[in-house]
């Protein structure tokens, strides 16, 4: 079959949305079926592709100037060429609006996978939430052909309220906007069960939704090299890892300040990735007098992740009540290491035969767990071997057959309606 995939980030971006994109697009290659990336064109940058169609775009400068694809009538028409069986986007905004005109047009089927837990951004990114809300409740129900969207609340009651409830308030039409989306669809995917969950009683999602995990390529995990890691271990040290993007609400700075409270020097911090955060966490690094201890690798190919994570002897992940599935965790366990984190809604490759939940969120608490781990060598060895166990279950072979199935009930389910 053919497939369009809509993304309003994809490569060189790294980051879990992504690369789940770009695994599935292999993955669902490889069973045969050809596939179709729509994404914003990227200023100096190649795909080497020619199933990536790029889509005129400009920078945002509201949110770190990322390109993000221009939208007007008579878009979708550009598309028609491709006689698509069905579309899939990957975003609820900008190209998954494309995405919607072009299954209307070329009447097939649409399912929309809900990756983000956009409402938690509020705190740190209040501009950009607030924009981005206020847009779709006005644009949403003009480009869905829906009723209004609006907050459940008179004028009046708004000017009454304190700033945690205006976020109270936000929160919940964020959610009704998401899911007002996805009723828009013949099917809703959602990585976890628990971003499910908010999306019908939050949101009011009515169409059927589906738990979908990410999935990765565990071989490239497996068969990576520690060799070919782009920084030096010393024998005898030990590797903290967390690989995600460096930004207040993945809270690497909680790891940060669980380092003091490690008292084995021979353990090292390596946080993987670029971002708006870098900054404030070097300056904290050096306020702790941590430079010799904590390592930036700055942004890395996803083969240098890869080895990075096989070098490492330990991940952790510091985020709390923002991601729905990070694909981080997926690579950590097909690398074979054990998890630590805070965040008690995550479940998905999360059991106790690979992971451990702190009892609380702050650095003290990372430290406590992390100091047990890496000094019981019997314990880090069955956690190594779980996470290998477990990280089976997500590969993307596997997980690409089983979205092969939806499509094709979807498909033959409009065929029916139309004899």
């Known amino acids: 079959m053919r497939i369009g995939l809509f993304i309003d980030d994809y490569l060189p971006s790294v980051h879990g949305v992504a690369t789940s994109t770009a695994t599935y697009k292999q993955a669902l290659e490889d069973l045969g079926h050809e596939v179709f990336v729509v994404a914003p064109k990227v200023e100096d940058y190649d795909d080497y592709d020619d199933h990536v169609i790029r889509m005129p775009s400009s920078k ?52 929309t996978t809900i990756h983000t837990l956009y ?3 509020i705190d740190d990114y ?8 206020i847009a779709a409740t006005v644009a949403f129900p003009v480009v869905l052909r829906t009723k209004p969207i609006m907050p459940k609340m008179s004028r009046e009651q708004i000017r009454e309220l304190d700033r945690s409830k205006i976020k109270d308030m936000l929160s919940r039409q964020g959610w009704r906007l998401t899911a007002a989306f996805a009723n828009k669809c013949d099917a809703c995917l959602s990585p976890s069960k ?15 939704y589906y738990i979908f995990p990410n999935s990765i390529d565990t071989k490239k995990y497996r068969h990576a090299r520690a060799i070919d890691s782009p920084i030096a271990k010393k024998r005898g040290e030990k590797f903290i890892i967390c690989v995600a993007r460096l930004s207040p609400e993945k809270r690497q700075m909680a790891l940060v300040e669980a380092m003091p409270h490690i008292a084995d020097e021979t353990i090292k911090l390596v946080l993987v990735g670029g971002g708006p955060y870098e900054r404030e966490l070097r300056d904290r690094v050096a306020e702790l007098g941590l430079e010799d201890r904590v390592i930036f690798t700055g942004m890395c190919s996803s083969a240098q992740v890869a080895s990075l994570l096989k070098q490492a002897d330990v991940f952790a992940l510091a985020s709390y009540h923002f991601d729905n599935q990070p694909m981080t965790f997926l690579e950590a366990a097909a690398a074979g290491l054990p998890i630590v984190y805070c965040d008690e809604r995550l479940t998905e490759a999360l059991t106790p035969k690979n992971s451990i939940l702190t009892g609380g969120i702050e650095g003290e608490d990372f430290a406590r767990v992390l100091t047990d781990i890496l000094s019981d060598r019997e314990k880090l060895k069955r956690l190594s071997a779980g996470a290998l166990r477990v990280a089976k279950a997500f590969d993307s072979e596997t997980m690409a057959k089983k979205l092969v199935g939806l499509y094709q009930r979807l498909i033959d389910a409009r065929r029916e309606l139309e004899e």
Not at 83 to 91: A, C, E, L
Not at 126 to 133: D, E, I, K, Q, Y
Not at 194 to 208: C, N, Q, R, S, Y
């Open 194 to 208: 628990h971003l499910a969950k908010i999306l019908v009683d939050e949101g009011g999602l009515t169409t059927p």
């Open 119 to 121: 409402t938690e951004l």
């Open 60 to 111: 945002n400068y509201v949110f770190e100037k990322r390109e993000m694809a221009y939208i007007y009538p008579g878009l979708a028409k550009r598309l028609d060429e491709y006689d698509f069986d069905v579309v899939h986007s990957q975003t609820q905004f900008y190209l998954g609006v494309l995405a919607h005109s072009v299954a209307k047009r070329q009447n097939i089927p649409h399912v």
């Open 126 to 133: 209040p501009f950009m939430v607030t924009a981005g809300l």
